[in-house]
């Protein structure tokens, strides 16, 4: 059988029939084989290397190998020259080349030296594989990779931050209980003592002094939180009016110099006698002059001192109180203002406190349209807040002169006849033995069925006075059908809400369900007798 007729020859003259078949499988290859000469010109291009590059052998021989190398990768070609000079095979060498048209593939490239029959190297052989599709799979690996670890990086962030706030969250309660706990020993362990009869006059004095202090810690206790609550919620708001700055600093300091005196701290206070009134909620205003001097005094040691600088600028008037005390450490100050954040939040700690205080501050002070800021240099080096308060055009701001102060006195409440109801008799009776004090008669009952009873006779109240939390009916059931009784009768009946519900929300629902005033609890004896004088119209 005679040998099959080799193909056309495609790459040059061959010598001989077996080059002829080697010449066939190097044209039927997939691989671009490419030859060249030391100076870079292509001397053989194969069908692979067509179909890779998009030229045609006619185009692409003769030409300088430049022809398919990117213009930035040129000092390739120079250096693989010169290892091929050296005698040296480059294996597997991944770049980048450019086809025809303008697109940029990815190869993996042998290239080896021709020698000739003396082993002289003659030229360059190139055999290149396209590797595209290979390296875009690795580049979504790698992207699949890296969206992997970030993905995993947030989530190790998260659930960082997540440990962080649950553990913010146990230390606040755990710190919650014992600022509550704390004063309530005092109460409980001296009304104790009290109740079993156990103490002098002169003890008795101290103990009822003791209960007093500790009831009005935890009051403000609690009015710290419902405040964070009314911040976080966007329900606080401000009974804005002309505020004289210097008597709400001025009330502030007679609040905190007991404390100040007790540790010897004496209280240096300048005051601008330039001064003009800023708009503003005056009890909001002194609870963040309070917190900041209440602050300064706790933190500062015996005999240290506490300067308060009140000072008018053309259109601010700025509040600044420094102290000589523990300082703030510089990783600390930046969350100084921050919500249940302290420095210092161990079972060890010095200082007791929730660490709301500062936050309530720049709320407040944000709320009023102004700034504040802490600075320390240190640890054991005192530290400087500094308040910034806009003062209104001179059209809207009033002389302090003319500013008038809400005063209180004692109420005269004589010849009123008083129905409250509350089913905490504690406070049922504290309530009738201070009204009973004033002037009024009071039935006091512990139902709205009690109450009731009372109304369906021939007596009628003045005014009714009522829980809205009671078992079986509320406070507001009460009130709509002693409204009924007293329209059956043709006689009025005003009514004040004495209730634990104190937020904006809750007084505006319980002044549309019908009630004449609100007063949250606990109640201070001077506010329950002002708010039934002026129900009754005694406040002049």
């Given at each position: 059988m005679p040998d099959p007729i080799p193909p056309?020859?495609?790459?040059?003259?061959?010598?001989?029939?077996?080059?002829?078949?080697?010449?066939?499988?190097?044209?039927?290859?997939?691989?671009?084989?490419?030859?060249k000469t030391l100076d870079g010109i292509i001397t053989s291009w194969n069908r692979g290397a067509e179909r890779m590059f998009g030229y045609s052998a006619e185009e692409a021989v003769g030409q300088h190998i430049t022809l398919i190398i990117p213009s930035d990768r040129h000092t390739e070609e120079v250096q693989v020259l010169a290892a091929i000079r050296q005698g040296q095979r480059v294996d597997h060498f991944e770049t980048v080349r450019q086809t025809k048209d303008g697109r940029q593939i990815h190869i993996s490239l042998t290239v080896s030296p021709v020698r000739d029959a003396e082993d002289r190297i003659v030229g360059v052989?190139?055999?290149?594989?396209?590797?595209?599709?290979?390296?875009?799979?690795?580049?979504?690996?790698?992207?699949?990779?890296?969206?992997?670890?970030?993905?995993?990086?947030?989530?190790?962030k998260a659930r960082a931050e997540a440990e962080m706030v649950n553990r913010s969250k146990d230390e606040f309660l755990a710190t919650l209980?014992?600022?509550?706990?704390?004063?309530?020993?005092a109460v409980f362990g001296w009304a104790r003592m009290l109740v079993d009869g156990q103490l002098d006059a002169e003890t008795t004095r101290k103990a009822t002094d003791a209960i007093l202090r500790n009831a009005t810690a935890q009051i403000q206790l609690v009015e710290d939180l419902v405040d964070v609550s009314r911040i976080v919620t966007g329900k606080l708001q401000l009974e804005l009016r002309p505020v004289d700055l210097k008597a709400v600093v001025e009330a502030a300091l007679d609040a905190v110099r007991p404390a100040a005196t007790v540790?010897?701290?004496?209280?240096?206070?300048?005051?601008?006698?330039?001064?003009?009134a800023i708009i503003g909620a005056p009890d909001r205003l002194q609870q963040v002059v309070w917190n900041l001097l209440s602050n300064a005094v706790k933190f500062t040691p015996r005999r240290g001192r506490?300067?308060?600088?009140?000072?008018?600028?053309?259109?601010?008037?700025?509040?600044?109180?420094?102290?000589?005390?523990?300082?703030?450490?510089?990783?600390?100050?930046?969350?100084v203002f921050d919500r249940?954040?302290?420095?210092?939040?161990?079972?060890?700690?010095?200082?007791?406190?929730?660490?709301?205080?500062?936050?309530?501050?720049?709320?407040?002070?944000?709320?009023?349209?102004?700034?504040?800021?802490?600075?320390?240099?240190?640890?054991?080096?005192?530290?400087?807040?500094t308040v910034q308060l806009p003062v209104p055009s001179l059209k809207l701001a009033q002389p302090l002169a003319q500013l008038g102060a809400p005063h209180k006195s004692a109420q005269n409440l004589s010849d009123l006849d008083l129905l409250i109801v509350d089913d905490d008799l504690d406070g049922l009776e504290m309530c009738r033995v201070i009204l009973i004090g004033s002037g009024a008669r009071v039935i006091a009952c512990t139902s709205s069925a009690e109450a009731l009873e009372a109304l369906s006779g021939d007596w009628w109240p003045d005014m009714l006075i009522a829980d809205l939390d009671m078992p079986e009916e509320n406070g507001f059931t009460l009130l709509r059908r002693a409204r009924?009784?007293?329209?059956?009768?043709?006689?009025?009946?005003?009514?004040?809400?004495?209730?634990?519900?104190?937020?904006?929300?809750?007084?505006?629902?319980?002044?549309?369900?019908?009630?004449?005033?609100?007063?949250?609890?606990?109640?201070?004896?001077?506010?329950?007798?002002?708010?039934?004088?002026?129900?009754?119209?005694?406040?002049?």
């Open positions: 056309k020859n495609r790459l040059g003259p061959l010598v001989s029939y077996g080059d002829a078949w080697l010449a066939a499988i190097i044209d039927s290859s997939d691989d671009a084989i490419v030859s052989s190139k055999v290149a594989r396209d590797i595209s599709e290979r390296k875009r799979l690795e580049d979504d690996a790698r992207a699949m990779d890296s969206e992997r670890r970030a993905a995993f990086a947030r989530e190790r209980s014992h600022e509550l706990r704390t004063p309530l020993n540790k010897d701290i004496p209280l240096d206070v300048t005051i601008d006698p330039r001064l003009r506490v300067q308060v600088e009140v000072r008018q600028a053309d259109a601010e008037v700025q509040l600044t109180v420094s102290d000589t005390g523990e300082g703030i450490a510089s990783d600390v100050l930046p969350y249940f954040r302290q420095g210092d939040s161990g079972s060890t700690r010095r200082y007791g406190g929730l660490g709301i205080g500062l936050s309530l501050v720049r709320h407040l002070v944000e709320l009023h349209g102004g700034t504040v800021r802490a600075e320390s240099p240190g640890i054991g080096q005192g530290a400087t807040f009924a009784l007293a329209g059956e009768r043709g006689r009025s009946l005003p009514a004040v809400a004495l209730t634990a519900y104190g937020s904006a929300d809750d007084r505006r629902r319980i002044l549309a369900a019908g009630f004449n005033l609100h007063l949250a609890k606990p109640v201070d004896p001077e506010d329950l007798r002002l708010t039934v004088a002026s129900l009754a119209g005694r406040t002049g």
